[in-house]
């Protein structure tokens, strides 16, 4: 193990002694609101993917989903313990305040992910469990530990792991990856830098002391808001994408193009404005943003099963 792995493993990470972990400190390590956004853009997937799938394994499929995004979650807060113990909005997690400690999160981790992945593989498809493991992987490992404290486009990159749930349940049914997975995949990761950069402009004094090389931080909140425009300019054309791949249809055309207004609307009053009220107000649509977007596509595949 290197010194900064030894250090985590040591490291008081707080001033809260150690005690018996209960069951919600278990349950926190594995991300819960992270998760749910996870399960729910591959039951999209699931759902609008050609085919059909046994409702069952249709549900094995997103429980093992969930428990991967879950060991994601923790292999992520065992890395980045010494982190979440500078900044107040993660500072209660259990490993900084050592109700957990490093070894049992990596553990905890590894042992989900191994369980998600092969379990994926053995009773739904191995198409499915590949491209489950390659995310875990992804996120634990290319995000978290290599890139989140090295470059500003941490979550440019990063943010392919949190786009590839959508594929995942798309594979599930299929057994393989078509342009209608891709473009599910390609909204939620050209959504991901607006949506956290509007965060992290109301949260850079957090990142720079916790030495995490956000955008505001390294480039400054002017360049951020102007990154944050660009981007939502790529990001609600892509958003029409599925109906090129024939996923979605009228009902979808419609709120891609009301939601995508809003959201344009939003940015621009973030790049003239530049007030923490804008960048929270962006932040806070934007999540609904993905929601009814994703909403709509799921409510007219059921419609059209039915």
Known sequence: ???????RETAPFGA???GEPAAGDYIALLKPRVMSLVVFTALVGIVVAPGQIHPLIGAVALFFIALGAGASGALNMWWDADIDARMARTASRPVPQGRIAPREALGFGLALAVC???CLGLLVN???AALLAFTIFFYAVIYTIWLKRRTPQNIVIGGAAGAFPPMIGWAAVTGDIGWGAIALFAVIFLWTP???????????GEYARAGVPMLP??????????QILLYSWILVPATFAPLLAG???TAYLAAAGALGVVFLVLAHALHRTSTDRAAMRLFGFSIL???????????EALVAQL
């Not at 607006?194 to 850079?204: I, R, Y």
């Not at 931080?217 to 102007?226: D, I, K, L, W």
């Open 1 to 7: 193990m290197t010194d900064i792995g030894l250090q």
């Open 16 to 18: 809260v002694a150690a």
């Open 116 to 118: 998600a992945v092969a």
């Open 126 to 128: 191995l198409a499915a």
């Open 194 to 204: 607006p949506h956290f950069w509007a965060l992290s402009l109301v949260k850079a």
């Open 217 to 226: 931080v390294v480039a400054g909140p002017e360049e951020t808001r102007r």
């Open 247 to 249: 996923v979605g249809g």
């Open 289 to 299: 943003y993905l929601f009814l977007l994703f909403a709509v596509l799921l409510g």
